[in-house]
Antibody, heavy 121, light 106 residues
Framework: EVQLVESGGGVVRPGGSLKLSCTAS????????MTWVRQFPGKGLEWVSG????????SYADSVKGRFTISRDNASKSVYLQMDSLRAEDTALYYC???????????????WGQGTLVIVS | IQMTQSPSTLSASVGDRVTITCRAS??????LAWYQQRPGRAPKLLIY???TLESGVPSRFSGSGSGTEFTLTISTLQPDDFATYYC?????????FGQGTRVDIK
């Protein structure tokens, strides 16, 4: 069974930093692209960032470009989201999601974690 | 690419046929996915490539459309189906989601 477990969320002051982690199990992690999607309180979904199976080709939503950095470690079956210069409008539930193939760009989220909450206040 | 769903909220009864529309701001061919999100839960993939049902999803869910206009249909609404539904274009990056359609009990 595919499992994705996010961690690292919490309360941080504006301008601060936080690093989210997502640990995978139940599939061959190195074969799949990964993404982060966030959900604002009581609102809809926003794609944040994605990374290919080999750790390259990453991209970001305009709203986080230059502040967030995605990375992965296939040996530890984990994907990360380093979030710097955090703003109040970054407050959201952050989901880690696996796509169907090794490349995330023209893909969809086949499996989701349960999310980790980030509050910037 | 911007995605626009309608309606934003839909009230229906168990057994009803329900249709949700999603429009893309430009041609995305058939590269559209639909998700269901129940309260307090992560989204769940229902359909991809506009009409392909994800494994394990009940056959009462169906998707259609191409280009810029798409629909999600639930043929006979069940109690488990009261949830929020999102479309997402998977034609290119950055991904774009619709704003969601909440299906609640009439």
């Amino acid at each position: 069974e595919v499992q994705l477990v996010e961690s690292g969320g919490g309360v941080v002051r504006p301008g601060g930093s936080l690093k989210l982690s997502c640990t995978a199990s139940g599939f061959t992690f190195e074969n799949f692209g990964m993404t982060w999607v966030r959900q604002f309180p009581g609102k809809g979904l926003e794609w944040v960032s994605g990374i290919n199976w080999n750790g390259v080709g990453e991209s970001y939503a305009d709203s986080v470009k230059g502040r967030f950095t995605i990375s992965r470690d296939n040996a530890s079956k984990s994907v990360y989201l380093q979030m710097d210069s955090l703003r109040a409008e970054d407050t959201a539930l952050y989901y880690c999601a696996r796509v169907r193939s090794g490349y995330y760009r023209a893909e969809y989220a086949q499996h989701w974690g349960q999310g980790t909450l980030v509050i910037v206040s | 690419i911007q995605m626009t769903q309608s309606p934003s909220t839909l009230s229906a009864s168990v057994g009803d046929r329900v249709t949700i529309t999603c429009r893309a701001s430009q041609n995305i061919y058939s590269w559209l996915a639909w998700y269901q999100q129940r309260p307090g839960r992560a989204p769940k993939l229902l359909i991809y490539q506009a009409s392909t049902l994800e494994s394990g999803v009940p056959s009462r869910f169906s998707g259609s459309g191409s280009g810029t206009e798409f629909t999600l249909t639930i043929s006979t609404l069940q109690p488990d189906d009261f949830a929020t539904y999102y479309c997402q274009q998977h034609n290119s990056s950055p991904w774009a989601f619709g704003q969601g359609t909440r299906v609640d009990i009439k």
